[in-house]
């Protein structure tokens, strides 16, 4: 079975400074998809970031840009420039491209609060 | 824009009663999830459905049913609530390969079983 692993369960970063958060994972697939989830307080999680197996190239979203290195089963979230807005509970999520039943779903890990601090 | 709506988002309840939780999507996807969220544990899988009528117990389905009579809503049932199940409900949808493939969430509702 996969696991998602985050190790750090609170970070904390200054304003305007870059930050790093760290996930591992475990899988014996070749294919499948890496996630980095936003959750603000009290408010939605909304996607941040993707990154496809096959893609040997790091996906990267305005800010936000990640370091997947394969061989390794790492997977980490940096963020630069950091604002007080990215303030929330950051969760890593696994799931497999395979097509089917629970194949479906999202394996998430336990989630970094990150703090941004002005 | 996927939309997730979770019609409650605050709710306490007595132990022993049935609860429903009722989730809608406005994209005619055929891939819907509930997920329970608690500190320290993450976000971990109860349910989900791949098409109406159709569903599959996820991780942790003790407790719970769901029902999907219709392909944009998607329920979640505790036949008679205990302590233990207060926590946050997610539900969330997928898009399908052609759009991404990618799984949204509804806001959450908190569920406190007293």
């Known amino acids: 079975a996969q696991t998602v692993t985050q190790s750090q369960p609170e970070m904390s970063v200054q304003e305007a400074e870059t930050v790093t958060l760290s996930c591992t994972y475990d899988t014996s697939e070749s294919d499948y998809y890496l996630f980095w989830y936003k959750q603000p307080p009290s408010r939605q999680m909304i996607l941040v970031i993707r990154q496809e197996a096959y893609k040997q190239q790091n996906a990267t979203e305005n800010r936000f840009s990640v370091n997947f290195q394969k061989a390794a089963k790492s997977f980490s979230l940096k963020i630069s420039d950091s604002q007080l807005g990215d303030a929330a509970m950051y969760f890593c999520?696994?799931?497999?491209?395979?097509?089917?039943?629970?194949?479906?779903?999202?394996?998430f890990g336990t989630g970094t609060l990150l703090a941004v601090q002005p | 824009d996927v939309k997730v709506t979770q019609s409650s988002r605050y709710l306490v309840k007595r132990t022993g009663e049935k609860v429903f939780l009722e989730c809608v999507q406005d994209m005619d996807h055929e891939n819907m999830f509930w997920y329970r969220q608690d500190p320290g544990l993450g976000l971990r899988l109860i349910y989900f459905s791949y098409d109406v009528k159709m569903k599959e117990k996820g991780d942790i389905p003790e407790g719970y049913s769901v029902s999907r009579e219709k392909k944009e809503r998607f329920s979640l049932i505790l036949e008679s609530a205990s302590t233990n199940q207060t926590s946050m409900y997610l539900c969330?949808?997928?898009?399908?390969?052609?759009?991404?493939?990618?799984?949204?969430f509804g806001e959450g509702s908190w569920l406190t079983v007293v």
């Open positions: 969330a949808t997928r898009t399908p390969v052609s759009f991404g493939n990618t799984i949204y």
């Open positions: 999520a696994y799931r497999s491209a395979y097509y089917g039943g629970a194949t479906n779903k999202l394996i």
